[in-house]
């Protein structure tokens, strides 16, 4: 079973991640996007280890949920109200409880991924971070690895699609060739849940 | 149009210039509306280009008199931000209400129509209107 304290590894092992990664986010966003992908999520994910540290909110839902606040209040950009809505969907989901299985965080996961589906207007296959999402969620059922491995496939996979969605979409086929900035910072997020379930091993 | 209270209108811009100016347009074109409260929130909080959900909570709250208030935004995370506050139910006033319109031509409408004493319907139906005047 999953407690408080594995999601609130899972959000401070996913600011680590993202500050690692920053320039490399910002790099990818500088091909097809405004740049400041790596510094916008670097500032929203630490306000969101800065808020847990705070805070401890003592259920998973709680702690996703108090994420997910702070990242639609501090990043600045779309990705914000998307990871935001993400984070929020899925701790609504998960309810109160103290501890929750695998089994409900991948249903929690996957309403969290329809919301921001919803939000956006995104589907599978308009190069966004939703390419790499849907994937790790369909694959969760079979373990956290699998997760992170679709996921980061998925989010490859994006390099020859065209964007349909944000601000990438405004270069049409000029979009192709890139690996999309949010797909990749979601794999990066799906990797952090990964490991912070093999430190619990 | 609910006891004399006019609706509020929130105009949310990746730039603080452009929704000020906005602003400052919509209430200059629409003539002696100067009781229309009308809030700029534009860019973020550091004064950089975005969207900052703390400068849109505070303007919609600014321009609440209980009648409702109409959000019309640029583009991006200025929309995607307003829609998540929205979903969150407590971010923002009762009544609050993200309107589909063009950023400028929508404002002028909906101050214009604020200041007829109009409801919330007919602000957010006139400002998306808007998208129907045609230049050429």
Redo the contacts between chains.
């Keep these: 079973m999953l407690d408080a304290a594995f999601f609130r590894r899972w959000m401070t092992t996913a600011a680590a991640s993202v500050s690692r990664e920053a320039e490399r986010l910002t790099a990818l966003d500088s091909a097809i996007g405004d740049a400041?992908h790596g510094s916008?999520l670097q500032r929203g994910f630490t306000a969101v280890a800065a808020a847990l540290e705070k805070d401890a909110p003592d259920t998973p839902g709680a702690v996703l949920t108090l994420a997910g606040?702070q990242l639609?209040?501090t990043v600045?950009?779309?990705?914000?109200?998307?990871y935001?809505?993400l984070l929020?969907r899925t701790g609504k989901a998960l309810g109160d409880a103290a501890e929750v299985g695998e089994e409900e965080l991948a249903a929690a996961l996957r309403a969290g991924v329809e919301g921001v589906m919803a939000?956006?207007g995104a589907a599978p296959g308009d190069k966004t971070m939703i390419d790499a999402l849907v994937p790790a969620v369909d694959a969760l059922g079979t373990g956290f690895g699998a997760a992170r491995a679709a996921a980061e496939e998925g989010a490859v996979a994006t390099t020859p699609l065209q964007a349909r969605k944000?601000?990438a979409s405004y270069l049409g086929e000029r979009s192709i060739g890139h690996q999309d900035p949010g797909a990749t910072s979601s794999a990066l997020l799906i990797a952090a849940l990964a490991e912070t379930a093999e430190a619990e091993q | 149009m609910s006891e004399g209270k006019l609706v509020g209108i929130v105009l949310v811009s990746h730039s603080a210039e452009v929704a000020a100016s906005v602003a400052a347009l919509a209430k200059g074109l629409a003539g002696g509306a100067t009781a229309v409260p009308v809030a700029p929130a534009g860019g973020t909080e550091d004064g950089g280009l975005g969207t900052s959900a703390e400068l849109i909570s505070a303007a919609a709250a600014s321009v609440d008199r209980g009648a409702g208030v109409a959000v019309l935004t640029d583009l991006g995370s200025a929309v995607l931000t307003v829609k998540a506050l929205l979903a969150e139910g407590d971010e923002l006033p009762d009544g609050t209400r993200l309107v589909d319109a063009p950023f400028l031509e929508g404002a002028v409408a909906a101050v214009v129509t604020s200041a007829a004493g109009a409801d919330l319907d007919a602000v957010e139906a006139a400002a998306a209107e808007a998208y129907g005047y045609r230049k050429v």
Excluded at chain 1, 76 to 82: D, K, W
């Design positions: 400041d916008n606040r639609i209040s600045g950009g779309a990705s914000g109200p998307l935001g809505t929020r939000l956006g944000g601000r």
